[in-house]
């Protein structure tokens, strides 16, 4: 027999009655959860689908860690195996840099398959990344494919809505909630309960995707590259942010199954809401963001470089900003001839030129990116009322898959691009004596590959500060809403 | 069909109709699944609109280019014909040299237009530009261009009637259809319904009808009105157009099908809900991501960083080829030098270009041929869920799918021959682009049945796809129906 039955609670019961009664309905409803066949045959699948997910992510992963290292190291050999050449015609030539995979794009691939994985770094120009791996997966593709982060942020409320529909409605209907009132229990203390046993149910659905996902970063983490500390911490951050989303759905399907004239009106009410924030939220909300917040085209967003390179003299010697620089040299150097400079002027020119051109890339590719986080702003900003516009940005994030950390990626791309220009530019000025100058292997080997260091968690947490907001908003909503609901608790 | 049978069914039918009429949910669902079909339409109209200025502003660029080009011939050749040279622009900017203006400043546009029911499906053209700038150079060069789009965009897909179709038309359905047995059994009006009717079967089937009819009626309906507000009357009188009633129709009684079966097995209502909710995630959401990760695991999408290495391979390759017989011309001819200058740099932008060519055009083969695999097997395994077909059907009937990009890319692929062959032939023989060359630049023309008369191919495999395990719930649902307990 259950605490509960043992006798009324005094209206003036102290806090470890209240606490009693909390743990009793926690207990009936754990009990009655792990009856319901059906249901525990549904988070079975669940769990092994999110554990599927786990190894199909680990499984491609690898390959295309595999592949990338394999081209880093291709693309390496290429660049020291050229012929001598003009310095100049090497930075043509240039390095590819290649984005290093997040270890928790095995859990989210986030943005991944719709940005590129590799930038070509040439002279005189920064390159957007290139070939988006969905560009190759055909139109089924895009109606996704299995991952954790699939699984948790659309099929694990459903779960969650399952489980909960029934709390309240369903006593009512089978006369239960009227002898658990007539006890004595508060309707917010019966609240409580439930909600701590959909609360324990929903941790038993996310532990075993944790802790397959915390093994299988032990093992996929090049602890070389990479601090498994700080997946850790973005781990765990991910871990709180599907908590909190899948508590406010408890909440949520608490509070509905109080207020609904029955359960099959709570489940109604439940699956339109998931529905909206699964499906519709998304979609109307990217439709919304591109309305309010466009991006320009790629002729316009090329018309606008090419104008302002045009203001530069690249490699027109007729170009005024050429004369002038010239003269500029000449005056500086007191020297009226070219040929009298000590040092090679075409390499100054080089470098010049392309000074003028990183301002001019940082301004348009900055540009570019802020109306990239207007969108992301706009997408997420009701993410208080439909959870999964703020959740998505934070798991990405998180994962390390989201378009800031593409942006990171560009930036650090672009200032290797700047270094192998600068590098090159020095040569020609310190060692061209005239035209017919041509550089060797050494010279190569002397420009480094480009080596990317991602940034830690707190970089995540830097950039995510509204979803979090907006997250955390969710969950506060989804609690008043369901104390709200059971103060007006009907017993029949 | 007796003519009791018949009576039943539609007296079955009218009663069920006046039920609905009544019920204000019933109105509120139809108007609100026709108002979300309207509302994807239009906002396809919308991105329709802006691929078609894309491609507008594309070819105005393309125009401005060759007009800035024979501007700068003329006035090179006006100062050549009165003794007063221009002064010699630099290679890359010479509109003479063929090597330089094929590779960059004179590139065509090839565009694929929308077709003319673009606006149901995005399918994949947000992530394929509709204009690409062909060149001389290696198709690794121009072929996979993309459009500026926020990837979270892409990733959240975008609203379409693809989707309401998929994924919201199926759960207005089955909401009509869940518990027309069990609702009636729960609150007692079974046995009246059975007893009050000669065939209780045609009576029941007829009531089946009125509710599956309604949300299909509106589908239809609301894709007719959208359909010639946002595309035009004309559009109603195409293949493509009775190819998506038919597909709507199909995969309405497949989702009706099921409904009905599940309801036919004398269960409560809330197990049909549950069930129906199961069903509907496994077939709309898990089946076909399961079928894409399938497939992406059994034949991985073919790496395109190793298209680029090989043309960066080639070009290095023939870089150093073209040292060695620079230097074996130096060996044999007691250190004299060969043609230097622009020529040599003509010559060896040549070859490096023709390398990376072949090997390009090898290696994206080899690509298409892998992806081919991945495709086929994810299109075999498609039949597993209708919600899959449906979606890729909708892309074709949209022309946003693979098969018309694919027609798209066999003519970029002849096209592209026919361009390097104009240009290089030029370079190759050391001869310089005249005005005439200008006027008689190849165009790349959109073939006109694929801007008027686009008619999707291949959709019978989906439809029967779709019809196949209809016809099979169907026989379930009428045995179920047939053996109904109060």
């Known amino acids: 027999m259950s605490d509960l039955a043992l006798a009324p609670i005094a209206a003036t019961a102290s806090a470890k009655s209240h606490w009693r009664v909390m743990r009793a309905v926690a207990a009936k409803e754990w009990l009655e959860l792990a009856r319901d066949r059906r249901l525990v045959a549904l988070c079975a699948l669940i769990v092994a689908l999110m554990l599927g997910a786990l190894a199909f992510g680990y499984a491609e992963n690898a390959r295309i860690l595999r592949e990338r290292d394999a081209a880093t190291k291709a693309d390496r050999e290429l660049w020291v195996g050229q012929s001598a050449k003009n310095p100049h015609a090497a930075a043509h030539f240039g390095q590819y840099a290649f984005k290093p995979l997040s270890p928790l794009a095995l859990a989210d691939p986030g943005v991944d398959a719709y940005v590129g994985s590799a930038v070509w770094l040439e002279a005189h120009k920064q390159n957007e990344t290139q070939f988006k791996q969905a560009r190759d997966g055909g139109v089924g593709a895009r ?29 009512r209907e089978s006369g239960a909630l009227k002898q658990l009132l007539s006890v004595g229990a508060r309707p917010r203390d019966i609240l409580a309960g439930k909600a701590l046993a959909l609360i324990g149910a929903i941790f038993a659905l996310l532990a075993p995707a944790f802790i397959g ?23 765990c951050a991910l871990g709180a942010g599907y908590a909190i989303y899948l508590a406010g759905f408890a909440f949520l399907a608490l509070g509905v199954s109080a207020l609904a004239k029955n359960s099959r009106a709570a489940l109604v009410t439940l699956l339109a809401f998931w529905l909206a924030n699964s499906f519709l939220a998304p979609r109307l909300a990217t439709d919304a963001a591109r309305a309010f917040a466009p991006t320009p085209t790629w002729l316009e967003f ?191 | 069909m007796s003519r009791a049978m018949s009576s039943a069914f539609f007296a079955g039918f009218r009663f069920e109709a006046r039920m609905m009429r009544r019920d204000g949910a019933i109105w509120f669902a139809l108007l609100t699944l026709a108002g979300v079909a309207l509302f994807a339409l239009a906002m396809g109209s919308a991105r329709v609109s802006a691929q078609q200025a894309a491609i507008a502003a594309a070819r105005a660029d393309e125009m401005q280019r060759i007009a800035n080009l024979q501007k700068t011939l003329g006035q090179l050749q006006e100062g050549d014909a009165q003794g007063k040279p221009a002064p010699e622009p630099p290679p890359f900017r ?45 198709k690794d060069s121009f072929l996979f261009a993309d459009e500026i789009d926020n990837p979270a965009n892409l990733m959240s897909g975008a609203t379409d009637l693809a989707f309401v179709i998929v994924f919201v038309y199926p759960l207005v359905i089955l909401a009509f259809v869940f518990n027309l047995l069990a609702g009636e059994r729960e609150q007692g009006t079974l046995a009246m319904t059975l007893a009050s ?39 109603l009188a195409s293949p493509g157009f009775a190819a998506l009633l038919v597909l709507v129709l199909l995969y309405g009684l497949f989702w009706a099908a099921l409904a009905a079966a599940i309801d036919g097995l004398g269960r409560s209502s809330a197990f049909n809900a549950l069930t129906l909710i199961g069903a509907w995630v496994a077939i709309t959401m898990i089946l076909p991501a399961a079928i894409n990760s399938l497939a992406a695991f059994a034949h991985p999408a073919p790496s395109r960083i190793d298209m680029v290495l090989a043309a960066r391979a080639a070009s290095t390759d023939a870089d150093k080829a073209r040292d060695a017989s620079l230097a074996r011309y130096a060996d044999e001819h007691g250190g004299g030098k060969p043609a230097g200058g622009s020529q040599e740099m003509t010559l060896r932008r040549l070859a490096t270009q023709e390398a990376a060519f072949q090997r390009v055009e090898a290696i994206v083969a080899e690509h298409d041929a892998q992806l081919a695999r991945q495709r086929g097997l994810s299109d075999r395994l498609g039949y597993l869920s209708p919600a899959y077909l449906t979606f890729q059907a909708m892309a074709d009937i949209a022309g946003s799918g693979e098969t018309r990009y694919r027609a798209f890319l066999d003519r970029i692929r002849a096209f592209h021959v026919d361009w390097r062959e104009f240009f290089l032939s030029r370079a190759k023989a050391g001869a310089a682009l005249t005005a005439e060359d200008y ?48």
């Open chain 1, 143 to 171: 109606l996704g494919s299995l991952s954790l982060a699939f699984i948790l942020q659309t099929i694990a409320p459903l779960i969650v809505i399952l489980m909960g529909f029934a709390s309240f409605s369903g006593e």
């Open chain 2, 94 to 138: 010479d509109p003479r040299n063929p090597t330089f203006m094929g590779g960059g400043p004179a590139a065509a546009v090839a565009a694929l237009a929308p077709a003319p029911l673009a606006l149901v499906a995005i399918g994949q053209s947000d992530l394929l530009p509709p204009a690409v700038r062909v060149t001389t150079n290696s």
């Open chain 2, 439 to 486: 006027a008689a630049l190849p165009k790349f023309t959109q073939a006109d049945e694929e801007l008027s008369a686009w008619a999707p191919v291949g959709l019978a495999g989906p439809l029967i796809g779709v019809a196949l395990p209809a016809l099979i719930l169907a026989v379930f649902a009428w045995r179920g129906f047939r053996r109904c307990g109060i």
């Open chain 2, 197 to 235: 009717a000669r065939r209780p079967g045609a009576a029941l089937a007829g009531k089946l009808a009125a509710r599956v009819s309604a949300p299909i009626i509106a589908m239809l309906l609301a894709v007719t009105v959208g359909v010639w507000i946002f595309a035009g009357w004309e559009r």
């Open chain 1, 302 to 492: 090329r018309a606008g470089v090419i104008q302002d390179k045009s203001k530069t003299f690249g490699h027109d010697e007729s170009h005024p900003g050429f004369i002038a620089f010239r003269d500029e040299t000449l005056k500086k150097y007191g020297v009226t001839r070219i040929e009298d400079l000590p040092v090679n002027f075409r390499g100054l020119a080089l470098r010049k030129d392309d000074e003028a051109g990183y301002a001019i890339f940082d301004r348009h590719f900055g540009l570019l990116q802020s109306a990239f986080d207007r969108q992301d702003a706009l997408r997420a900003a009701p993410g208080f009322l439909f959870p999964l516009l703020a959740l998505r940005p934070i798991s990405m994030a998180f994962a390390g898959v989201d378009s800031r950390s593409q942006f990171d990626f560009a930036t650090a791309a672009e200032a290797h691009r700047r270094d192998i220009q600068n590098q090159v530019s020095d040569n020609i000025i310190h060692f061209a004596h005239d035209n017919h100058y041509v550089a060797g292997p050494e010279l190569w080997r002397k420009i480094g590959s480009f080596a990317y260091q991602a940034p830690g968690a707190i970089f995540a947490f830097a950039h995510s500060a509204l979803p979090i907001a907006a997250l955390l908003g969710w969950l506060v909503i989804a609690v008043v809403f369901a104390a709200f609901a059971a103060r007006r608790l009907r017993p029949v």
């Open chain 1, 213 to 235: 996902a915390a093994l299988a970063l032990f093992f996929f983490v090049d602890r070389e590259r990479l601090s498994l500390a700080d997946q850790f911490i973005r781990l």
